[in-house]
């Protein structure tokens, strides 16, 4: 396939057609409407399903009854917009059904405004929704990762049957690179077992987050439970940079990581010890690394562009072995290299120094 020069909210639209999507619901909200008005040229033209709902609240419930069916579906939104959708995430998650879901966040909290951000991270990573789950959440950090992770989201979905989330935020869904999209994948043609398709020769399936009788709701937590173990153990996901004689290791994911990347580089070439681990999968947050890395470097320095979110998981990652730093910029302000450059100085002198 051809490198094009591709904008972030097309590619993420695009990949996940050629990764064989069958229905996409959304409601136009920016920083990612670019997301569904590319779903509403190319979905009819292929013969698959796009409906624009009336609202967040219907999409996400129009998502649900068609990843019931067993076909790949997907919905987008931005921070508001996903508010809107949590007690949708939370019936997916009980009745196993994989889905697809796309955050391009933006400043608030509120209506905020439509600039980049990273204050969802909560939203997203601390279940999505009410009860006891969490959904696979993964964050690119170019245009071509946001290809690669959207066609994986659909994969992770089917193989745990699970709500998977894809987050940017509005500097990624708006900027464009040079990218390659995937081939096309044909859609499903054979259904799974658990699907709802019919019962013809069988008895029917049912699929429900109903279950009014304590211990048995308690059996289907257990069981979830269970999932999201082999999730944690099997799906964490990381790239790092310089790490091997790092002293100071500055974490960050998404926009806010390859910013941060510069600031790396240039204190490297200027012959300090620091390097770079950017987490791709938020959750499960890859704690066994972070953990491995906390028993030989002195300290770590998060960035992230909300007021200290991820901070807390890498915290809890160290284990009050090392100290942990933080710098963010909030309601949409986007940090510069120089910025991180001088937090990483600054540090540095003091670890250096033995202060």
């Not at 071509?144 to 699970?162: G, N, P, S």
């Not at 013809?200 to 279950?211: A, G, H, K, Q």
């Amino acid at each position: 396939m051809a490198v094009e020069l591709l904008k972030g909210n097309e590619a993420i639209a695009e990949a996940a057609i050629r990764a064989g999507l069958e229905a996409y619901f959304g409601y136009p909200i920016t920083p990612q409407t670019e997301i569904l008005e590319h779903m509403a040229r190319r979905m009819p033209d292929l013969g698959r399903a796009f409906i624009q709902a009336e609202s967040e609240v219907a999409s996400i419930n129009m998502v649900y009854g068609a990843a019931c069916t067993g076909a790949r579906a997907m919905t987008s939104s931005s921070s508001p917009g996903i508010s809107l959708m949590q007690e949708g995430f939370s019936y997916i998650a009980c009745s196993e059904v994989p889905c697809v879901v796309v955050d391009v966040m933006r400043g608030g909290p509120g209506l905020g405004n439509i600039d980049p951000s990273q204050a969802d991270y909560f939203q997203v990573t601390r279940s999505a929704g009410h009860g006891d789950f969490h959904a696979i959440v993964l964050a690119p950090a170019s245009v071509q990762e946001a290809i690669d992770l959207m066609v994986e989201a659909f994969d992770l979905a089917e193989k745990y049957r699970t709500l998977v989330f894809v987050v940017a935020d509005g500097l990624l869904g708006q900027m464009m690179e040079p990218a390659q999209l995937p081939p096309m994948k044909p859609v499903h043609k054979n259904r799974p077992d658990w699907a709802l398709t019919g019962a013809v020769n069988r008895e029917p399936n049912i699929i429900t987050s109903l279950e009014l009788n304590a211990p048995a709701l308690e059996e289907v937590n257990l069981r979830l439970q269970a999932k999201l173990a082999e999730i944690r153990k099997h799906e964490q996901r990381w790239a790092e940079l310089w790490t091997d004689d790092a002293k100071l290791v500055v974490v960050g994911y998404g926009m806010s990581g390859r910013i941060a990347q510069t600031a790396v580089k240039q204190a490297r070439r200027e012959g300090m010890k620091v390097g770079l681990l950017r987490p791709i999968s938020l959750w499960p947050f890859p704690e066994k690394r972070l953990s491995t890395l906390a028993d030989q470097v002195d300290a770590f320095l998060v960035i992230e562009m909300n007021a200290g979110q991820m901070v807390d998981d890498v915290r809890l990652s160290a284990g009050g072995q090392v100290p942990v730093s933080f710098y963010g910029r909030m309601g949409g302000v986007v940090p510069v290299p120089e910025e991180i450059y001088h937090e990483i100085t600054t540090l540095y002198e003091k670890l250096t120094s033995g202060e």
